[in-house]
């Protein structure tokens, strides 16, 4: 039996999955999730770079808020998007879970495997918090013992999650093979199609999409219209359709926060996904006020503005 933040027991079952109790419970506010998981993360990192205990109680907690939350609404996608400052491996991390938990959901996973998408994503990279500082964020061009190093992270975090996390199976697996690929290009065993577990399959192009938008030591970070485009049209054969296009329906071509010309001369911002219009979002549209010194936005939802469409992403910065 384990504890929530407000208060109320809850039961883990054999499955890894939180389940709340019996007993009723009061409302609470909606944590922030993604905070806490970033700050539990940083603290699993501490532990396995100093060699100390870790547990993963509060990490399976927050797997089940964060399923949750995403549930309600769209806010932890929007803040994958907006690329906030921060430890780039932690945030990966964070941000991989939550894309996860989206493309999962357009898969149809019942809620039991979604928290168990979640808790894999949230650990997926565990081998690299053993590689030291100097390694994770050296600027200058990787030696060929660096590269290898970290191409040995998966067998590493396999190891680390055996000694704390023999209930949950599946993060092992994940753990180990969320950078095999469709096609075999991937490691460390190069396995293809059906050799690989289609979670890892999800982790795996969730940990592509983020490391494409997020900025790293040695590169900086593309927009997330740049980032779904790039991986429809080079994930063809290191990923299945399927999962491309479940990506594509949840974050859309033109995802949250996406900044687009209007073929009126307009532009806006996407703030609302039409799922089954993908090329057709709800936008905040700035419109300047007649004395020019101000503006104010209307909504424009183009699948009910037929006439308008757009025509460019806007480029940030």
């Keep these: 039996m384990t504890t929530d933040p407000n208060g109320s027991s809850r039961t883990l079952e054999p499955t890894g999955r939180l389940m709340p109790s019996p007993q009723p419970s009061s409302t609470v506010a ?16 501490r532990a396995v770079q100093t060699r100390q205990p870790w547990t993963l109680d509060e ?49 149809r996973y019942e809620s ?55 209930a949950y199976p599946w993060v092992g697996r994940v753990i180990l093979q969320e950078h095999e690929r469709w096609d075999g290009s991937g490691y460390p065993n190069r396995l293809t199609g059906d050799q690989i577990n289609e979670m890892s399959l999800v982790i795996g192009l969730a940990d592509v999409c983020d490391a494409l938008m997020s900025s790293r030591p040695y590169r900086s970070g593309v927009s997330p219209h740049r980032a779904i485009r790039a991986l429809l049209v080079n994930g063809k054969t290191v990923f299945p359709h399927h999962l491309l296009k479940a990506l594509v329906d949840q974050l859309s071509i033109y995802p949250l926060g996406t900044t687009v ?16 219009y993908p090329l057709r979002p709800i936008l905040q549209v700035s419109q300047r006020v007649l004395s020019g010194h101000a503006s104010v936005s209307k909504t424009v ?17």
């Design 30 to 45: 909606e944590a922030d999730w993604y905070h806490r998981a970033c700050h539990e993360l940083q603290g699993i990192k």
């Design 59 to 107: 990490l399976v907690r927050i797997s089940s808020g964060v399923v949750a939350s995403i549930g309600a609404n769209d806010k932890l996608v929007q803040t994958v998007l907006q690329h906030d400052a921060g430890d780039y491996l932690v945030k990966n991390a964070v941000n991989v879970a939550i894309v996860s938990v989206k493309i999962a959901e357009a898969l």
């Design 112 to 166: 039991v495997k979604l928290e168990q998408v979640a808790l894999a994503g949230l650990l997926h990279d565990l081998g690299m918090f053993a590689l030291p500082d100097s390694l994770l964020y050296k600027t200058g061009t990787l030696t060929e013992e660096e590269l290898q190093q970290i191409r040995e992270h998966p067998q590493q975090g396999a190891r680390l999650f055996m000694e704390v996390g023999q």
């Design 261 to 276: 010309r209007l073929n009126t001369g307009e532009t806006g911002v996407v703030s609302q996904l039409n799922r089954q």
């Design 301 to 317: 939802d183009m699948r009910a503005e037929t006439s308008v469409h757009i025509v460019e992403v806007v480029p940030i910065g």
